[in-house]
Structure formats: structure tokens, C-alpha cells
């Protein structure tokens, strides 16, 4: 499975971006794709989440409600469209692929098989 990350930049605080990211290979073996986000100096962090049959969304406490995240099965794609963004969501943000995980490990990096090379996403205040 490979995952091509795409859509940062840079961005005023209280500003959106959309990230794209599309999966190609062995799609068929994928049951969830995720986001996840690393900023300078900090270790990488959960940010969303969902299987692709759609059976729930998951987002951290910190962007609930500024991100949503949605998917185009027939592109291969999810897209984390971000809103109301803030210098602290700056961040190299990755997108991942499993194709065993369960709802309880979403949040575990370990738990992520496949990522993808990273986009950034720069708020400035």
C-alpha cells in the first residue's frame, strides 16, 4: 500500500485547508485510514480516523469540531478538511493505512502499518 499526502501550506490563523491523501496497491486489504500529525520537537499525534465501510469518525479532542473527514472510495481518497486553524495545529501532518486495526488502537501510532510521506501545515498568528 502506498499513501500520497497532499493540500498543506501556509495559512492564517482562523483559515482552512483540505489535505488529500490517496491510497494505491493493495487497497482491497485496507480496513481504516487515519490522519496523524507530528509538530517540531513533539512526537507524532492522532488526529482522525475512520474505517472505510464508514462505520464511525473519530477525531482527538484537540480538532474536534474544526476538522472533518471524509472519503471518496471511487478515488481512493480521504481528505482532512481543516477550518478555524490555529499556529498550534502547525504540523507535518501524515496520513496512514491498516488493514487489521480496531477502533480501541486507532490512537496507537504502532498500530498503523502504512504512512505516507508527510505534508505541511503552517498557521501562522
Known amino acids: 500500500v502506498q499513501l500520497q499526502a497532499s493540500g498543506g501550506g501556509l495559512v492564517q490563523s482562523g483559515g482552512s485547508l483540505r489535505l488529500s491523501c490517496v491510497a494505491s496497491?493493495?487497497?482491497?486489504?485496507?480496513?481504516?485510514l487515519g490522519w496523524y500529525r507530528q509538530a517540531p520537537g513533539k512526537e507524532r499525534e492522532f488526529v482522525a480516523a475512520?474505517?472505510?465501510?464508514?462505520?464511525?469518525?473519530y477525531f482527538s479532542d484537540s480538532v474536534k469540531g474544526r476538522f472533518t473527514y471524509s472519503r471518496d472510495n471511487g478515488k481512493n481518497t480521504v481528505y482532512l478538511q481543516m477550518n478555524l486553524l490555529k499556529p498550534e495545529d502547525t504540523a507535518v501532518y501524515y496520513c496512514?493505512?491498516?488493514?487489521?486495526?480496531?477502533?480501541?488502537?486507532?490512537?496507537?501510532?504502532?498500530?498503523?502499518?502504512?504512512w505516507g510521506q508527510g505534508t505541511q501545515v503552517t498557521v501562522s498568528s
Open positions: 496497491g493493495s487497497i482491497d486489504s485496507i480496513n481504516a
Open positions: 475512520s474505517s472505510r465501510t464508514g462505520s464511525g469518525t
Open positions: 496512514a493505512a491498516s488493514s487489521s486495526i480496531i477502533t480501541s488502537s486507532l490512537g496507537m501510532e504502532s498500530a498503523w502499518a502504512y
